[in-house]
């Protein structure tokens, strides 16, 4: 069960990722196009990707954060019981 719990995290999390660096350089390619250069464009293009990233990818970030908070609150949980077990000994 705990690998099923990393390999869900760790997808939804590359997947999330992938699809921001796509929308950073899909940005930086349009500036580009537009004559932009330099610092310019690569900060340009970081706060157009992140807007868009906003609407666009909501439910692929909402997925991932359920995921991963599941996945920290199995690792609590575990913890929880560990020190349980030490307190009765």
Do not use: C, N, Q, W
Request: charged share 20%; aromatic share 8%; proline share 1%.
């Amino acid at each position: 069960m705990t690998v099923h719990y990393a390999r869900t995290v760790m997808r939804a999390t590359l997947f999330y990722t992938l699809l921001r660096i796509l929308l950073f350089f899909a940005a930086a390619l349009v500036l580009a196009l537009f004559g932009v250069h330099g610092i310019t464009l690569l900060v340009v293009a970081l706060v157009i990707s992140s807007i868009i990233s906003l609407p666009l990818l909501s439910k692929l970030r909402d997925r991932m954060s359920a995921s991963l908070t599941r996945r920290v609150d199995s690792f609590h949980a575990r913890l929880d019981e560990g020190t349980r077990a030490e307190d009765v000994d």
